[in-house]
């Protein structure tokens, strides 16, 4: 009997899969041949594709967090409740997004990819280009500015926290054990 040389489906984790950019990006993988787990707060609203299960529920929750991450290779986060009050946009994105990547963490998916906005940046009148070293917004910005800004900063893979670096040190070990590399580390 010969091996199959159909590679095993690629399963992906995408938050706020019925925004703009985050139904765009569950179409891109699942084109690509990946299964989406897509992660809505409407049940209905996740992007009616094959390959996209609809996940309905708020990531902030840690038992959702873990059930819609387990098994999977990758995690993407486009998440903003846009149209929300104040204190939804925190609890969803600010508390959430944390809360995500922690049960990734835990569950060993090998990649996180957050996805931010320019709108983070001080774009005043004069400010000119920014890129990543630009000043950020401060607290008198938009609501969407602000939660963005403060979203970025509460995310391990945007702050060399503590839990960026131990998803980068698996992530780094299983590809060592892949490649059959020793560890540098214990």
Known sequence: MSESSTAPTAL?????????VGSRTCAALVERGATVRAVVRRPGSAPALTGVEEWVG????PELAAAVVAGASAV?????????DLETQHRIAVEGTPVLARAARGADVERLVHISTAGVYDRSPGVGDVD??????????????????DTDAA???STGS????????????????????PSARP
């Open 12 to 20: 992906v984790v995408v938050t706020g899969a019925n925004g703009l």
């Open 58 to 61: 708020d990531f902030h929750d």
């Open 76 to 84: 993407v986060t486009t998440v903003h409740p846009m149209g929300s």
């Open 132 to 149: 990543e070293t630009s000043p950020l917004v401060g607290d008198d910005a938009d609501a969407y500015a602000v939660t963005k800004r």
């Open 155 to 157: 995310w391990p893979g």
């Open 162 to 181: 503590p839990a960026s670096s131990c998803v980068r040190r698996r992530s780094s070990a299983r590809a060592r054990r892949r490649s059959g590399t």
